[in-house]
């Protein structure tokens, strides 16, 4: 695959993101980037050009997931990241504005639209552009990922309607949090309220 990198062929920055991430943590990254471009060519989007943006976007989208809490907070101050109350408490929601940052620093990848995508991947937010959808939705199916009860409904109707795939496993991800009592940041409640209300309105308009 072309990596949408300045700095980097495919294969080096494989190497290098081998080497920053726990060997599962890999192998999850390559399954959403794979799953990230069957999603394209099933929605249409087949050139190269697009395949290498899914790709490049899935690749890289847990590029901060397994930095020390040192490493973390060394990237925190040098790239001027500012972090919300929610992240501040729940740290492993940094990863992935800091993955938006270390994609773009250290492995050269400056297309707005994959660094959001990487931004918005675990929160999720309102109004996703196909790309981000895409690998929101990416990270939550692709085939590594432990089996939840919803996962064979949402593989399927996925590849048919991504605007209510992403919002069943943004209401998943509501009852999981608070299942678990944890923090659900409020991109992910107005995501989810944006979702409902978009496939309300389509209903009404079939
Ligand atoms: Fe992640
Ligand atoms: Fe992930």
Not at 16 to 30: A, G, N, P, Q, T
Not at 101 to 128: F, N, Q
Not at 169 to 198: P, R, S, W
């Amino acid at each position: 695959m072309r990596l949408c990198s300045d700095r980097y062929t495919d294969e080096e920055a494989r190497k290098k993101l081998s080497h920053k991430l726990e060997l599962r943590r890999y192998e999850h990254s390559l399954g959403v980037a794979y799953t990230a471009c069957s999603l394209f060519m099933a929605h249409g989007h087949d050139t190269p050009e697009e395949l290498s943006r899914a790709y490049t976007a899935g690749l890289l989208h847990d590029c901060a997931k397994c930095l020390t809490d040192e490493e973390r907070d060394k990237y925190i101050r040098r790239y001027g990241v500012e972090l919300s109350r929610t992240e501040k408490e729940n740290p492993y929601l940094i990863h992935a504005k800091l993955g938006a940052v270390l994609a773009k620093e250290k492995y050269g990848v400056t297309d707005p639209e994959i660094l959001s995508s990487i931004r918005w991947h675990t929160t999720g937010c309102a109004d996703m552009t196909f790309l981000e959808a895409v690998i929101f939705s990416a990270d939550f199916i692709e085939p590594n990922r432990k089996p939840l009860i919803i996962l064979p409904e949402v593989r399927t109707l996925i590849y048919t309607d991504l605007d209510r795939a992403v919002c069943r496993i943004l209401e998943q991800t509501i009852v999981h949090l608070n299942n678990k009592g944890m923090a659900i940041e409020e991109h992910t409640l107005e995501a989810c309220d944006f979702y409902k209300k978009k496939i309300m309105r389509r209903r009404k308009q079939d």
